[in-house]
Nanobody
Framework: QVQLVESGGGLVQPGGSLRLSCAAS????????MGWYCQAPGKQRELVAQ???????NYADSVKGRFTISRDNAKNTVDLQMTSLKPEDTAVYYC???????????WGQGTQVTVSS
């Protein structure tokens, strides 16, 4: 059974930084594409960043140059380093895992990120 546990959310001032971490279990981690999504109140969940099993990364235009996704296949973790945070980054952030050649997302429980002065 796939389990994803996020940590690292919180309250930060505009311009600040946060690092989110997601620990995966019940998976052959290297066989999964890993990603971070966000969902703000009243909005749909949307992709923030993804790191594929190959190591290739892609980012939403809104976070390019500010956020960095990384994975550690030895530790079964995927991190999202967020810098230059803006109030519009405020959302619940979810870790996702998609097995290579499959399409169904597994989700973590989410972690709240609030950017406010």
């Amino acid at each position: 059974q796939v389990q994803l546990v996020e940590s690292g959310g919180g309250l930060v001032q505009p311009g600040g930084s946060l690092r989110l971490s997601c620990a995966a279990s019940g998976v052959i981690f290297s066989s999964y594409h890993m990603g971070w999504y966000c969902q703000a109140p009243g909005k749909q969940r949307e992709l923030v960043a993804q790191v594929r099993a190959s190591g290739t990364t892609n980012y939403a235009d809104s976070v390019k140059g500010r956020f960095t996704i990384s994975r550690d296949n030895a530790k079964n973790t995927v991190d999202l380093q967020m810098t230059s945070l803006k109030p519009e980054d405020t959302a619940v952030y979810y870790c996702s895992a998609v097995r290579v050649y499959f399409s169904s997302n597994h989700w973590g429980q989410g972690t709240q990120v609030t950017v406010s002065s």
